[in-house]
């Protein structure tokens, strides 16, 4: 390893004005794309959520004459977007590391450094990766659409973007998943452990709507239809017309957001309180 | 120009950092001495706005971190080795700090020549070895060309080599202007860098001093003395102005006279010596002397004066 002892001329060129949003931004930019896990949780998202499409859709087009009781309200969007189920936890583990791992790396000190307004970090992640996210969801949910209606075809019944529901359905899978991605990273700034920050991802999404099972079930209800899982779930099966136990989607999809931006503002009180 | 003034930290019931107050000035290498777990890192991590001071106040240039406008381009500070994720290679990292303070690009292929990490640049920093890891946060400390810089015990897993460029690198920085405030747990390596010394023990202050005038207490002379009469030895001693101790292996450790005088009142008083010999305390021995006091004296109110007057003596 060659050193050099003398250091570089000095020539002082301060910018003007002060680091913005755009810079962090920017920062934000390369942090998500410099390191590899990034891009193959984005890819894993899509694979897995075309993969199950595939399967799903295929399947029930193998069936399909075999399973004449299945067809009564059969949603062939919805079942093409199955997928959506595996890649919220993809999301939201991506979500979780985009935070923690500047945390459990110390990389939050240097971050800090460059940005002592710690809320504008915030934002700045937060726009990023939501962005990302939201793409990358919104690609995988045509992509799946497209894929499993290309599977499904005669005899079995298929929608195209036209059918009544079916963009609604794709468009709101995006939403929610990109939704999710932001709510796990809300997580991880409360949380600022990895593990600890996906056990509780993975327990809200998964575990929370089991626990609450035993409740008596007009109690159930009325509490599980605040359930993210549920609001996801509702996203994808409430055909046009239809009555839900739960909320429409879209009401669904305001209070995923609601959730997101409380979960997001309590991240940026605790981490302008807390020592880095 | 960074300047404290009765910095404390709290964590919990533990006082991690009391009541410090110092000055760092530019131009010059300061050195920030105390054992492991003085609260040096602590200060460091107040100085940069990363850790909330529980009382007190710190200003670099005279304003608080938080409220510097670009603060990468104002001050570099290597806090810890390794705090980057270990994923991203070197380049990227400097890369993305660089952007966020709007510093151009060309600049991280500077400081990673400078830090000799050129060659291994596109590496994914979790193979970094400990000392590739301090070149690298010392390329960051450099990024923004700053005024004023922080090195938190730079020299940590360095090789020889490493240590000896650190050392000019700390030396060059200081004399184009820049402050330059450097922890360390060994005095001997703030003897060869530093100028002046702040020195810190259980979160207090110490003293602060130049380096000369704390090696001119520092190499201050004992004597070490044994003989079948030592109490007589002592009180002779004594009378005549020296200072006297007894170490732990029985032999008196006597300070104020040299070997020559010391002789000479023993044969007048006609007391037997076993043993005559100069000792040289070294640097180290003198900061660690400081620092164990801080320990004994702590909680004492006048800790800071009463053991600056020791010093003297």
Do not use: C
């Not at chain 1, 005899?155 to 929610?176: C, D």
Request: proline share 4%; charged share 15%; aromatic share 6%.
């Amino acid at each position: 390893m060659t050193t050099n002892s003398t250091v570089l001329i000095r020539e002082k060129r301060i910018p003007a004005g002060r680091y913005s949003l755009t810079d962090l931004m920017r920062s934000e930019w390369t942090k998500l794309l410099s390191v590899r896990s990034t891009m193959w949780t984005l890819g894993l998202t899509v694979f897995v959520g075309l993969g199950v499409s595939a399967i799903a859709s295929y399947e029930t087009r193998t069936h399909w004459l075999s399973q004449p009781q299945s067809h009564v309200g059969f949603d062939p969007t919805s079942l093409s977007l199955a997928g959506v189920y595996v890649a919220q936890l993809i999301i939201g583990v991506l979500g979780v590391m985009v935070m923690s791992g500047e945390y459990g790396t110390g990389t939050i000190r240097a971050t800090f450094s460059a940005s002592p307004r710690r809320p504008l970090v915030l934002v700045a992640k937060g726009i990023v990766f939501g962005v990302v996210t939201l793409v990358v969801a919104m690609v995988t949910s045509f992509l799946s659409f497209f894929l499993g209606q290309g599977l499904l075809s005669s005899p079995a019944v298929h929608a195209t973007l036209s059918t009544p529901g079916a963009l609604r359905e794709i468009v709101g899978t995006g939403l929610f998943l990109g939704l999710i991605g932001l709510f796990a990273l809300g997580l991880a700034t409360v949380i600022r452990h990895t593990a600890g920050a996906i056990s509780t991802f993975v327990g809200i999404l998964l575990v929370l709507p089991n626990v609450l099972r035993p409740l008596p079930n007009s109690i159930y209800e009325d509490v599980s239809k605040f359930l993210p899982s549920r609001i996801g779930a509702n996203i994808l099966s409430i055909g046009p017309g239809q009555q839900g136990n739960g909320f429409s989607p879209w009401v669904g999809l305001l209070i995923m957001a609601i959730y997101t931006a409380v979960l997001l503002i309590i991240s940026a009180v605790v981490m302008v309180r807390r020592d880095a | 120009m960074i300047e404290a003034k009765g910095l404390t930290k709290h964590y919990g019931d533990k006082l991690a950092v009391d009541q410090l107050s110092f000055n760092v000035r530019p131009g010059v290498v300061t050195g920030f001495l105390g054992p492991n777990g003085s609260g040096k890192s602590t200060t460091m991590r107040m100085i940069m706005g990363l850790d909330g001071a529980s009382a007190g106040d710190v200003t670099i240039n005279g304003r608080h971190y938080r409220d510097l406008a670009w603060p990468l381009h104002e001050v570099g500070a290597l806090l810890e080795a390794k705090a980057i994720h270990p994923g991203r290679s070197a380049r990227k990292h400097l890369l993305m700090l660089a952007q966020a303070n709007r510093i151009a690009p060309s600049r991280v292929d500077e400081v990673l020549e400078v830090v000799g990490l050129t060659s291994v640049a596109n590496q994914r920093a979790g193979k970094f070895s400990l000392g590739m890891g301090q070149r690298l946060g010392i390329a960051a400390a450099l990024l923004g060309d700053p005024e004023v810089l922080l090195f938190d015990e730079p020299i940590n897993g360095l090789d020889p080599d490493g240590i000896r460029w650190v050392r000019t690198l700390l030396k060059s920085l200081a004399l184009e202007g820049r402050t330059v405030f450097v922890s360390s747990h060994l005095m001997s390596e703030m003897a060869l860098t530093a100028e002046e010394v702040v020195i810190i023990g259980k979160g207090r202050l110490i003293l602060q001093v130049s380096v000369d005038e704390l090696l001119a207490q520092g190499s201050r002379q004992s004597v070490r003395v044994s003989s079948p009469d030592l109490a007589g030895l002592r009180r002779v001693l004594d009378d005549n102005g020296a200072t006297t101790s007894v170490d732990d292996d029985g032999s008196l450790s006597v300070r104020g006279k040299n070997n020559m005088e010391i002789g000479e009142l023993a044969a007048q008083h006609s007391i037997v010596l076993y043993e005559l010999t100069p000792q040289t305390e070294s640097l180290e021995e003198a900061f660690m002397e400081l620092t164990e006091a801080s320990i004994e004296y702590h909680g004492a109110a006048s800790a800071g004066p009463q053991l600056e007057k020791e010093i003297q003596q």
